[in-house]
Each structure stands twice: as C-alpha cells, then as structure tokens.
C-alpha cells in the first residue's frame, strides 16, 4: 500500500512538471524513468536482494593430444575452470567449413593443487577411435550443455609404415627444458615448422612434423603459483600441442607433491599409462621407429619411487627393448627419450662416483626405501686405476642406474652431512640386519640394457645447452665402420644427445651478455673425447656469452637406413646450427652388429676428423629457403 502510493505522488509531481516544463517530452519522460526506478523490484527501496554475477563460461584451454595406445586412436586433453562436459566434436577436415557430425565423450576429473591455495581444476580426457591413416580430422573440444566450446583444431592421424615410406619421411621435433616466460622465441619456431610461415600451412605440407616430442620440465614449473604457471604454459603450447602429438616425459622440475600436476596433465598410451605407469614411461611404433620414454627421476626422488616401482619399470624396459629388438623388420629404429643424461661436455680424469659392488653387496637400496630415509649416496669418490675420465656423479647414476638422494653435495664433488649419513647409517653395521626380503636389485644398469638391445638413439635435457656425442659405452668412443663428424655409419652403441636448451631462467640471455653463444666442435681439451658438437655449453657470466636457444628435427627414411638430426637456433633466428647422420645396413644388438662386421668394439679416445663439408645453415621465418655451407664457430 506504501509503494502504490508513493508511485501515485511521484506520477502527480510529473504531470505538475510537464504543465511547466519549456519542453514537456523531455520533461515527462525523466519522470516516468524516476517512477519507473521507483516500481522496480530490485530498488533498494523494495528489496533487499544484490545482483549476482553470472558463472563464468567453463571455456576449454590447454588444448594437447596425444597418440593413443592402439595405432587408430587419439587422445585429447584439456581443461577448464569448472565442472563441465568432455564431449569432442569432430569431423574429416574439408576446409575448414564441414560440420563436425562425430563426437566422442571423455572423462572429466578434478584436480587440486598441492599449494596454499589448493585450487581445484578439471582435467578432460577424450579419445578418438577408428581414425585412418594419415586422416586430417577438425575437431573442437567442450560442453554442449553450456556451449563453451574451443575454437577448432585439426591435426593429422598417425600414418601407416606404407604411407612413410611413400614419402615424406617420418619428422619428429625433439626439445627438452621449456619454461612460459623464457622459451618464446624456440616456441615461435616451433609453431613454424607446424603452421608454416605466417601460418601459411601449405608451405610445410611436405615438411611437417609428425609428433613433438618433449623430454622433461615443463613451465618451470607446472605447479608454481599454485598451478597458475603450469596453466598459462599449457596456454603456450596450445597452438602446437592441439595440432600435433605432444608425447612427453618426466623431468625433476614435475616432482612437486609427487608429479602430481604431470600426472594430471597429460595422458600418455599404454595400458594402465594412468594408474599404473603414471604416465613416466611408455612405448609406441610410429612408422619405422620405436619410441620409447622412461623416468630417469626415479635414481632421484626415492620418497616418491619405492624399491617396487624402479623393479617394476626397469622389468618393464628390459622386456619392452626386447620385444622391440625382436621386431626390428617392422620398426627398425629403437629411439629413447628420458630427462637426464648419461654423457657429458666435461667429463673429469681419474675419478668417478661409483659403488655398484658395494651396493650390491650390502643391499642399500632397499633398506634405506623401507625407513623412508633421504639419505642415500652413490658412496666416496674414488680413483680410477686407469685415469679413465667420467662425468658427474647425476651422469653416472643414469648410465649406471644407481639410485641415490645425495644430489646436491655430489653435484659439487663433495661429501658433506647427506653422504655421511649414508656411510655411517646405511653402508655401515646397520647393514648386517638385512632380511631376506630386501634382497631385491639395487642397481639397474640402463645403459648395458641399451647396448644390449640396441637403441640406436637416446635423447635428453636437463643440462639446458644441445650437445651432441658420437657412440659412446661405458665412458668410452665406441666407434663403428665409418665415424665421422658429421656421418656415423654403423655404430658401435647408443648415439646420445643432449637437448635441454629449450628455455630455462637459468640460461643467460640479454643486454647483459651481448656475446653470442660458445659453439662449435667439441676440444677435447677437457677429456669428454665422446663430444663432438656443442652450443650454448660453458661458462657464460664471466665471457658474457648467451645461452643458446635451441631445438632438434629428427626424419627418418622409411626404409629404415638412415636418420638425420638438425639442430636450429632461436638466438640466431632460427639458423641450422648442426646436422648429422646415423646410417645403418643392419639394426640389432651391438655385439651382433660388431660381429657381422667382423671387428672387435672400438674404443678410441678420438674420432677422426674429416675434410667434407660441415653441416649446413638454414633460417626460418622469411629466410626459410636460403642456405649456406658453413657452421658460425664461435669461440669456445
């Protein structure tokens, strides 16, 4: 009754205002809006009700996919910022206008961030099945009932071994140690070799890459600012993650609450890649190659990698190498990418951080899994009686696959609280009470499992410069029938290859080092006689050098003959800063392949050097066709 009428007054004082108001419409249409206001029912007048705010749209972002387990299916992850649907649209591309008449559901899942915060997002999960080969499908991803939706992708389905060896040859990019704010200009080359220059994608018809391969640390780190890095990074490598598999790994910097956010994040092929094998390690066959990943963090991080699980994944590589082996008619090459490296730049005379007999006889290992203590080494360092050189201790324990917590005092040589710990505690009298039930294997010697099978290729970050290494066993050249610089021609073990220069905050950049990187062959000069090719490696804040910015395209013939590495530079806007080849006329364990060429293993300290043309330059970008002959050898 109140409010009739005092809208009743307020209609009165209009008509008075319009009896001698100048200009009555302008004059009566304020008063009508005035009791308009007044009727309302949200006035504050009449109600005491605030305007809410809309929930936000749960749009999709951090768009990747991945290859499936079976060889006709694709996995597609993303996620959003509340609950919502999983649902993928998609269709055969037909140039960009088709209606996306197939859709597949996923799976959704909350996720809460170790951190203060404990934000929650949710992680999508969708997999597409009875793909053909070589297929370009278009596809976006989201809700139908909200109708958030991504914008729309496409990517090209796995081709068949047939369709590579028709041409073009099999292309995988490789890069390692990529951060959000430090790997720009390597991430813009990337989007490059997938998009074309300009995003003109018809200029890399024939030269794009099949999958993207990333070994190790991500974001820097993925759940920094609890979690908001890790989301802004999968927002980074969305405009290449969502067009071609991104197939990763574990590095250390994904250890935070137990690589939880890696194992969130991605989904990896392989029965059980979730639950079981937490996306740390797995196998595919693309083609004619193998490919497999493999954690090397669990030498490192024994709270998170009990005694079970590193039995349990090295049984896994063992049997997964052999099987491989096995099947080298359909996949001739067997690649392997894991976080760390077992070969160096600088590799140290007369000492190495070894103590497998000891290990091994006093069991550990396992003793010290079970008291859930952190305070395991690799044991002193001793002398080698032949002077042999060898690199850091982090090397050794991944060539040898001696797990150990003493990280940073081994890092810097010396045997401080942590180590000492462990010879008093653990290598000492307490050792006598073992059971027999920690009688399990306390060393797992990766690389004699690579020489044994062996894999042809093993690549790598953590050290955040490209070094790349001629074959090499047991710290030593191992050779083969024709090593030479640039060409290696039936080698006599595993070729390695470090390429953790993807971006990192630690890599010296800017005004402050105006010098260009250190690059070019490898000296020799500090004993690592396996070197043959670095940049961006040694010391940069006394010289002023930059870091060097960098990633590697790998293409293997179908044939399965050959495969050559490139290295290009994104401080030298995109420049090929190395290439080399690895050929071979027959694949298989490396003491067959040394039989079947009728020689002995070698194991010379030095490879010759050769008066063929180094490998050559290429730019991206607008000088993507332009080439030269020679390497810039800047000063070591």
Known sequence: MRTTTRAAAVLFAALLAVASAPTPCAALARASRGATAALSPRSPTTSTISKKKPRPLPVPSGVHIALGANDDEMTITWQTSSSAGSVVQ???????????????????????DGGNASGTRFIHHATLRELRPGEKIAYRVGDPVSRAWSERFWFFHKRS?????????????AVCDVGHSDSTGVLDLVRAEVHGVDGADADVAEARPDLLVHCGDFAYDLDSRDGRTGDRYMDDIQPIAAYVPYMVSPGNHERAYNFSHYKARFRMPGVGAETETQNHYYSLDIGPVHLVAWNSEVFFWGEYFDAAYVN???????????????????????????????YCAKATKGYAYAAEEESRRRGWFTRAITSGKRALGLGKKHNHADDKPTCSWTNEAVRRGIPSWCEDEYRDGALGACG?????????????SASASESQRSIFPIEE??????????????????VRYYPAYRDEVAGGENVTFERYVNPHATVHITTGSGGNDE???????????????????DAAAWCAFQSGWGPKKKSGRSADFTYGVVSFDGDGTSLEWRQYSAYDKGLEIDRFRIETS?????????????????????????????PGTRERGEAARRRSRSIPQHAL
């Open 90 to 112: 998609y269709a055969p591309f037909g140039g960009g206008n088709e209606e996306l008449v197939l859709s597949a559901t996923g799976e959704e899942r909350a996720f809460v």
């Open 161 to 173: 071994p047939e369709q590579i060896r028709a041409g073009p040859p099999l292309r995988m990019i």
């Open 312 to 342: 349990k994944m090295y049984d896994w590589l063992e049997a997964d190498l052999a099987a491989a082996n096995a099947n080298r008619a359909k996949t001739p090459w067997i690649v392997v990418h894991g976080h760390r490296p077992m």
């Open 420 to 432: 000492a710990r462990e010879a008093t505690e653990f290598l000492g009298e307490a050792s006598a």
């Open 449 to 466: 499992l690579f020489y044994d099978h062996g894999v042809d290729l093993h690549f790598n970050g953590h050290e955040h410069d490209y």
């Open 507 to 525: 890599m010296d950049s800017g005004a402050k080092f105006p010098n260009p990187p250190s690059r070019g062959r490898c000296t020799h000069d």
């Open 586 to 614: 027959a694949h298989g364990p490396f003491k067959d392949r040394i039989r079947r060429g009728g020689g002995r293993r070698s194991t010379r300290r030095r490879v010759p050097e050769t008066s063929s043309s180094q």
